[in-house]
Nanobody, 126 residues
Framework: QVQLVESGGGLVQPGGSLRLSCAAS????????MGWFRQAPGKEREFVAA????????YYADSVKGRFTISKDNAKDTVFLQMSSLKPEDTAVYYC???????????????????WGQGTQVTVSS
């Protein structure tokens, strides 16, 4: 099993930046893909960004393309979400997720991820 712990959330002004981290532990050698999702109050959880761990291919939601960047540090089994030009509508709890299963994985589908972190709050407000 893989355990995920997010960090880096907080309060930031519109136009500002934050970097979220997600540290993985446990059986990380079998990890196939990692993703970031977010959930705002009263809304469904939505896809933000994802990465195939081995080859580094990345995927983004249209709403964050050009503003957010997903990256990884293989040595530390950590995935990052660099968020720039933040908007109030980016306010949400951000979750990282992962899966071992290539053929069951669809990057936008939350149900195709096996394990999840506890979430970290990001608030964009002046």
């Amino acid at each position: 099993q893989v355990q995920l712990v997010e960090s880096g959330g907080g309060l930031v002004q519109p136009g500002g930046s934050l970097r979220l981290s997600c540290a993985a532990s446990g059986r990380t050698s079998s990890n196939y893909a990692m993703g970031w999702f977010r959930q705002a109050p009263g809304k469904e959880r939505e896809f933000v960004a994802a990465m195939i761990w081995r080859d580094g291919n990345t995927y983004y939601a249209d709403s964050v393309k050009g503003r957010f960047t997903i990256s990884k540090d293989n040595a530390k089994d950590t995935v990052f979400l660099q968020m720039s030009s933040l908007k109030p509508e980016d306010t949400a709890v951000y979750y990282c997720a992962g899966t071992r299963y290539r053929y069951l994985w669809s990057y936008e589908s939350a149900t195709s991820y096996e394990y999840w972190g506890q979430g970290t709050q990001v608030t964009v407000s002046s």
